[in-house]
């Protein structure tokens, strides 16, 4: 992080999102991490595009989590996408496919 710069907003983009590539543990123990030994990093987590069905494995998560924690989770509504994420994310920094102005580039593909 910057100097300075003490907290950090996510965005989860849950599209695509299915039982099929999901890891109940593996959320549990990255909540853990976060929670127990950052607590005060995350500033907001932004949850977009969220397929009804991950509302089943949010509730067996939910609990894990610590209230603290539960309070900087907020679900986004798609029409309410960019209006909700440039209240906390500068458009200079929020990526395009969000309607901010930030250009994403792909990853450089490394063969080993």
Not at 15 to 37: E, K, P
Not at 75 to 85: I, Q
Request: glycine share 8%; with cysteine.
């Amino acid at each position: 992080m910057p100097s300075g710069q003490e907290k950090f907003v996510a965005i989860g983009d849950l599209q695509g999102w299915g039982y099929a590539n999901s890891d109940i543990r593996g959320y549990v123990a990255a909540l853990s991490i976060l929670q127990d030994c950052y607590p005060e990093r995350l500033g907001k987590l932004f949850l977009v595009h969220v397929p009804y069905i991950f509302m089943t494995a949010w509730k067996m998560v939910y609990p894990f989590i610590d209230n603290n924690t539960k309070k900087k989770i907020m679900f986004v509504e798609d029409e309410d996408l960019k209006s909700t994420l440039l209240s906390d994310i500068d458009e200079s920094q929020l990526p395009v496919t969000y309607g901010g102005q930030l250009a994403l580039e792909s990853p450089v593909n490394y063969y080993y």
